[in-house]
């Protein structure tokens, strides 16, 4: 863990130090000037509500329950130099489950199952811009982020002794470099998307199930390829 962090603290340091030209415009072009700030907030809301037996492609069937899944999230960073910034993440996740009736390929069966979690998480951001073809309105950049979150989830059934389930406990901390696109639409917002190309993390789950009998759970990943499925878009403001 130590010598990933070495490795890509060395790769940051050494792309603000140097830059190299290829023929796509000056690398050091002016994209975001020194002193700017840049905020966003994001807030996102799904839920499912199906009953009566309904019946998804075949696929999942007998379906009667609900779910609903709610994020919301906020940024800040401040640029230290021309292009390069620091900042802060802070987000939150709500997930709720109730599936009353539910039965997967006829094989699996989720009835009576109610599932509950809630994660908070904050990250430290460092990001390098660069502009193409010393464009004043589109650039690549490159973002590395520190991560650490903290959360629960309870999973239980409904029976005559009444909820009967586990509680755990999770923590995690990755480290991860981000890669992606921003696009000015107006002279101070601007339209993103990025996505991780590079991830190490760390989870512990603490489990205690009915009450009684308690387990845990560590783990460590590591990522070197781009996950299509992280992909985000976002609409910065810049003052």
Not at 35 to 54: C, E, Q, R
Not at 143 to 162: A, F, H, I, P, V
Not at 205 to 233: D, P, Y
Request: proline share 1%.
């Amino acid at each position: 863990m130590k010598r990933i962090l070495i490795a890509l603290l060395t790769l940051f340091i050494a792309a603000n130090l140097s830059a190299f030209d290829r023929g796509l415009g000056n690398p050091k072009s002016l994209y975001v000037e020194k002193g700017s700030k840049a905020v966003d907030f994001t807030v996102g809301y799904n839920s499912l509500n199906a009953s009566d037996g309904m019946n998804l492609l075949g696929i999942v069937t007998e379906m009667d329950g609900k779910a609903a899944l709610f994020n919301t999230g906020a940024f800040f960073s401040w640029f230290v130099k021309d292009n390069v910034s620091v900042g802060i993440r802070v987000g939150y996740n709500n997930l709720m489950f109730d599936g009353n009736s539910i039965n997967i390929f006829k094989l699996v069966d989720l009835s009576n199952r109610h599932l509950r979690a809630e994660t908070y998480e904050a990250s430290f951001a460092a990001r390098r811009y660069m502009p193409l073809f010393n464009s004043k309105f589109f650039a690549l950049f490159c973002e590395g982020r520190l991560t650490g979150s903290l959360g629960y989830s309870k999973s239980y059934e409904e029976t005559e002794r009444g909820k009967e389930g586990s509680y755990t406990d999770i923590y995690s901390a990755s480290l991860a470099m981000y890669v992606g696109a921003s696009f000015f639409v107006t002279d101070n917002i601007a339209v993103e998307v990025s996505l991780p190309s590079l991830s190490c993390s760390m989870n512990w789950r603490n489990q205690i199930e009915k009450q009684e009998k308690k387990s845990s759970l560590n783990g460590l990943s590591f990522t070197n390829k781009a996950n299509v499925l992280g992909i985000s878009f976002g609409v910065v403001t810049y003052f």
